[in-house]
């Protein structure tokens, strides 16, 4: 595939744990542990494919609403997996940042978030952004409130610096996988001109096969911006 038409930045809502599980009688919380090999995998399918930036959206704003087994399962897997990943990460030159509200997350898992982001500094292989506790207009309020009280001029510019995902450029290319179509608020702002893709594949069985399917996708989008062709420039209207 030629790199020119790879995405700079992949984001992908991770769909599907709980009916990849239920499927085979298992517990849901057992298809979001599988998700976790899942996502492994596609780390490294983008690491393989230099992808600079992947973002991927792990409990939403709305999570909480789920049973409160399942919501403390998900918080314990995020502490479990993290623990277990993290040297291997940083090896191979991951910088992890973590997105979201720390409303209603334990200080201990907060303090062991900021360090893996700490450590992991200044990798330069690729950056990971794991959306935890995350809502796109929690991200858009959050943001206007801390400009408001600065008293910064609200426009576009400064209203993407204070997004949470700064200073990543706007995802390329947005994966859904679950057979869902929705955005279920994951990274609005952020989304303005993505190119969307979803795949039926349920999040446990995404693999660097089914990745390629997405890149191929992306690779025959002809992305426009609003112009009429691919390359057109006009002048007719300031930018
Ligand atoms: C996505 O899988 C993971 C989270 C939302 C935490 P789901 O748990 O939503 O799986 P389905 O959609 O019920 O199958
Ligand atoms: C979106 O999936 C959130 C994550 C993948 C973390 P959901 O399963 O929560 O979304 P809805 O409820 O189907 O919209
Ligand atoms: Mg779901």
Known sequence: MKSAKLPQHIA?????????????????????????????????????????????????????????????????????????????????????????????????????????????????????????????????VDAAARLAAAGTPITEMSMNAALSLAPCPDPDLLIRTGDEYRLSNFLLWQCAYSELYFSSVLWPDFDAAALDLALEAYASRERRFGRTTQSSASSAVPA
């Open 12 to 140: 992908i809502v991770m769909d599907g744990n709980g009916r990849w599980a239920q499927k085979r009688h298992m517990p849901r919380l057992a298809g979001h542990k599988r998700g976790v090999d899942a996502l492994k995998v596609v780390i490294q399918a983008c690491l393989g494919h230099g992808i600079p930036v992947l973002t991927v959206f792990a409990f939403s704003s709305e999570n909480w609403s789920r049973p409160t087994g399942e919501v403390s399962g998900l918080l314990e897997l995020l502490n479990v997996a993290l623990r277990r990943e993290l040297a291997a990460l940083h090896d191979r030159g991951i910088r992890l940042r973590f997105l979201g509200s720390q409303h209603g997350l334990a200080p201990e898992l907060c303090a062991v978030l900021r360090d893996a982001e700490q450590l992991t500094h200044a990798n330069q292989a690729m950056v990971l952004n794991i959306c935890f506790n995350y809502g796109g207009r929690w991200d858009i």
